[in-house]
């Protein structure tokens, strides 16, 4: 129950961190925001400021930004369909970027307040402490460290090299969590750090239903000067939907095996 509790918490932060990015930027060229949700399904708690309502929903794992004129259903004089694709894509790219640069911050803090450091010749350790200007460049290392390993690990999983087994889903990521709480607040930065790093760059990737793929729609409408048709984007966010279960199963699949639920 602890470490459920815990992922939900890292999870929320991360998601509204995420949501914060998108609201702000969709704010800074006046597209009105309807709904900004932590959590999915029924509302738990909603307090409304000017136009837009804050939620609190019961699902804990995730969480959205409703825009106004998302859709021909939902036109709206300001709304996100009306903006230039530049603009809708700078919106987009504002929740992932949000993420990576939230893990930047958590590595610099973490840099800061200390590391502990094995000790050469023995089982004791050091607290390595750099002073705060050299921490902010470690830890830009230490993200694009990161980020490159992500990269990396995407790369080989669509040419082959990696296997899907080796993929993280809710559960690891959980264990991840809950594992790092019990070993302190500087092993939980680094855990919330490598999630929310996750979750920008991936976030990233050409799948309809991300905002990497939506961004990649904004850029051949850029291209080709002609938006492309509702019905068209309706149908490749439902095949992205469809993807995203079926690699969602996958990692559950993983996870429970890692946990001898099942045989890999």
């Known amino acids: 129950m602890t470490t459920v509790l815990v992922f939900a918490v890292v999870i929320s932060i991360l998601v509204v961190v995420h949501e914060l990015g998108h609201h702000l930027m969709a704010k800074w060229f006046g597209v009105p ?3 900004f949700s932590v959590g999915f399904g029924p509302k738990v708690l909603a307090v409304r400021y000017r136009e837009t309502e804050y939620r609190l929903s019961a699902i804990p794992f995730g969480g959205y930004v409703k825009m106004a004129g998302t859709s021909p259903k939902d036109s709206a004089p300001q709304g996100f369909d009306s903006k230039a694709p530049w603009q809708r894509f700078l919106i987009l ?5 949000m993420n990576v640069g939230f893990a930047l911050v958590l590595a610099v803090v973490g840099l800061w307040v200390g590391i502990e450091m094995p ?10 402490r750099p002073d705060p200007l050299s921490a902010i460049p470690l830890a830009v290392r230490v993200i694009a460290d990161g980020s490159a390993q992500i990269l990396t690990t995407l790369g080989g999983l669509l040419t082959g090299q990696i296997s899907p087994s080796h993929l993280i889903g809710p559960i690891g990521l ?4 809950g594992e790092s709480a019990q070993l302190g607040w500087r092993a939980m930065l680094a855990a919330m750090a490598f999630i929310s790093l996750n979750l920008g760059i991936c976030n990233l990737l050409p799948v309809p239903i991300l905002d990497g793929g939506q961004m990649l729609m904004l850029l051949i409408e850029g291209v080709t000067r002609r938006n492309v048709p509702f019905h068209v984007r309706k149908a490749l966010l439902g095949a992205g939907a469809a993807a995203m279960i079926l690699l969602l199963m996958t990692t559950f699949y993983n996870d429970l095996g890692r946990l001898g639920l099942l045989t890999l």
Do not use: D, M
Not at 119 to 127: I, R, Y
Not at 174 to 177: R, V
């Open 174 to 177: 959980a264990q991840i969590a």
């Open 119 to 128: 000790v050469q010749g023995g089982g004791a350790t050091t607290l390595y």
């Open 93 to 97: 790219l504002a929740g992932p970027a």
């Open 33 to 35: 925001v309807e709904v």
